[in-house]
């Protein structure tokens, strides 16, 4: 049987937040819905070549000018997505390889997300992993939209590659400057949870659930926000493998978050319940 997109089938929301690069701090949630990445620390601090190799100091290769028309463009509005696309479509156009233009792209994929043009997200994205193809702030990002968003085998086999190069990537990243060890290790908790959700997301829509029960469970343990959306499709993947004690307890977890699905899990944890109790139990995956 083939599955419908899942932004068709749980009714997700585009959640307004841009990722904020070269913020020490975590992103801020805007109207009450989760990032895409969950309490999100960036992991990259400073600009993106500048402290690659060379003979020159940093300092020494950083434009004052181009850093202030970044900082300007950095500091507007999360909410001013049109004005934010406009400027940073200017200042990639005036800087094409500057230090800042990989930080410019990222944010300019997370602003396309903000207006649902997936198309140009990826343009975007690409750009930035063309001068960065390590970013792990796009790979996870990028890798988790796509299976909210397309189900073409292509997209998700890249968003499969995306997150697998997350997970590998994250126990060689060195601290940031201006970022303590607890924060880093904070931040690649996240990064961790976000590459496996949108593993299970992928896997989900491969109609391989058992493996997207798997990854789902990687997402889920220990965070301290799981997004409801990993509970119901590890339960709406274990109610696929029969596994209604297991599927039940999973929409129990999704029911209990405040969402706009607390209803709908609610309703299929109830079912789920009922299945369970006609059939033997199973042992645990």
């Given amino acids: 049987m083939k599955i419908q997109l899942l932004r068709e089938k749980l009714a997700l929301s585009v959640i307004a937040c841009a990722l904020a690069l070269f913020a020490s701090r975590p ?15 960036n992991l990259i ?7 690659r190799s060379g003979t ?33 479509d200017a200042f990639v156009q005036k800087y094409p390889t500057g230090p800042f233009s ?18 140009k997200m990826d343009e975007y994205a690409d750009k930035a992993l063309a001068l960065n193809p390590d970013d792990v702030t796009v790979l996870v990002f990028v890798g988790w939209v796509i299976p909210h968003s397309n189900d073409s ?36 908790s996240q990064y961790e949870s976000q590459a496996h959700s949108g593993l299970g997301l992928v896997y989900y829509q491969k109609e391989d659930f058992k493996n ?29 493998l029969d596994r209604y004690s297991d599927a039940a307890e999973a929409f129990k977890m999704c029911a209990a978050i405040p969402s706009g699905q607390q209803a709908l899990c609610k309703q299929k944890a ?11 139990a199973l042992p645990k995956l």
Avoid: W
């Fill in 45 to 51: 601090n400073g600009p993106s070549k500048a402290t």
């Fill in 270 to 280: 109830e079912v789920a319940k009922k299945e369970a109790a006609s059939q033997p």
């Fill in 153 to 188: 085998a292509a997209k998700l086999d890249k968003a499969e590659q995306y997150e697998k190069r997350v997970l590998e990537l994250l126990p060689t990243i060195v601290k940031p400057a201006g970022m303590s060890t607890a924060e880093l290790a904070t931040a690649k």
């Fill in 102 to 119: 990989e930080a410019v792209y990222s944010q300019l994929t997370t602003a396309e997300y903000q207006k649902q043009d997936f198309e």
């Fill in 27 to 41: 992103a801020l949630a805007q109207g009450g819905e989760l990032c895409p990445i969950k309490d999100q620390y």
């Fill in 212 to 240: 997207a029960v798997v990854e789902l469970k990687k997402a889920t343990s220990g965070v301290s926000q799981p997004d409801p959306s990993d509970y119901f499709v590890m339960g709406d993947s274990l109610d696929r």
């Fill in 56 to 88: 020159l100091s940093a300092a020494a290769r950083i434009d004052p000018r181009e850093e202030a028309e970044y900082k300007a463009f950095f500091n507007m509005h999360a909410e001013d997505t049109n004005k934010r696309i406009e400027a940073g």
